[in-house]
């Protein structure tokens, strides 16, 4: 009788190992996916932009004074990661709106990736459907000014035209590629834990996207999305942590 509960406890075992981790060893330039570029004194809201929904870069030249400094924004919808020189320096929300730059004083190139979550539908701020970034942004009180705004083309390029290179150590988003082998089609999820906010593309068909926020901490891909032995999945990220890997698991994951 033990011999058979033994028996069973390794084929569970040999089952669980099915939930595998993928690396992600290449990356592609996210300047694939910019399109025409806006110029202005102040900011404009993805409204103004022609962007309904989606990610826009904003960004800026600053100069600091000292090696700790606050930046403010007025207003952000509804998501942004700060990077300064393309490191970066944390994300902000509508909720969050101050982040402290810390750098040696001088110039550097500002640049703040919004994503627009989704438009408002109740509350106090329906009749301001206003998204992205827009009011003042303020350095230790100074205005910034004279922005760049691009935006980004994320969901509609096609990943198949994507140009992928060997990852290197840099910290700026981009698009992430790794594969995994199938012996045998099922729904798996894909544990994004870790990681900040993006978009999936499993064998080039798009499978969702993930939030930090959010309790969820995957995303299901189904059996008809992939295909026995090898699989290719691609994941946009804002906000790169440096994270490198992500597993595969049979049931959800929640914070």
């Known amino acids: 009788m033990w011999n058979k509960i033994a028996l069973g406890v390794t084929m569970l075992a040999s089952q669980t190992l099915v939930a595998q981790e993928?690396?992600?060893n290449q990356k592609a330039a996210l300047?694939?996916?910019?399109?025409?570029?806006?110029?202005?004194?102040?900011?404009?809201?993805?409204?103004?932009?022609?962007?309904?929904f989606g990610y826009v870069l904003y960004q800026s030249e600053i100069t600091t004074q000292s090696e700790s400094e606050d930046?403010?924004?007025?207003?952000v919808r509804d998501y942004a990661a700060v990077y300064v020189n393309g490191k970066l320096q944390g994300r902000v929300t509508d909720n969050n709106k101050k982040i402290t730059i810390k750098t040696n004083p001088g110039k550097y190139l500002l640049q703040i990736y919004v994503e627009n979550?989704?438009?408002?539908?109740?509350?106090?701020?329906?009749?301001?459907?206003?998204?992205g970034l827009f009011g003042e942004v303020?350095?230790?009180g100074n205005e910034v000014e004279n922005w760049k705004m691009v935006p980004l083309n994320i969901k509609k390029y096609p990943v198949k035209d994507l140009k992928f290179e060997n990852r290197a150590e840099v910290e700026t988003p981009g698009f992430y590629r790794g594969k995994f082998e199938l012996k045998e089609l099922k729904n798996n999820y894909l544990d994004i834990t870790g990681w900040g906010m993006g978009e999936v593309w499993v064998n080039q068909k798009y499978v969702g996207s993930y939030w930090e926020e959010e309790k969820q901490r995957s995303i299901l891909i189904p059996s008809e999305d992939l295909v026995q032995g090898e699989n290719e999945i691609?994941?946009?990220?804002?906000?790169?942590?440096?994270?490198?890997?992500?597993?595969?698991?049979?049931?959800?994951?929640?914070?």
Do not use: C, H, W
């Open 138 to 140: 303020t350095l230790d």
């Open 71 to 75: 930046l403010e924004l007025e207003n």
């Open 234 to 255: 691609v994941v946009f990220e804002l906000k790169n942590n440096q994270q490198k890997t992500m597993k595969l698991s049979q049931t959800p994951v929640f914070k």
């Open 22 to 24: 993928i690396v992600f």
């Open 117 to 131: 979550i989704g438009r408002i539908t109740y509350g106090p701020e329906i009749t301001d459907n206003s998204k």
């Open 31 to 52: 300047e694939q996916v910019y399109q025409k570029p806006v110029e202005a004194e102040g900011l404009l809201p993805m409204n103004d932009l022609n962007v309904d």
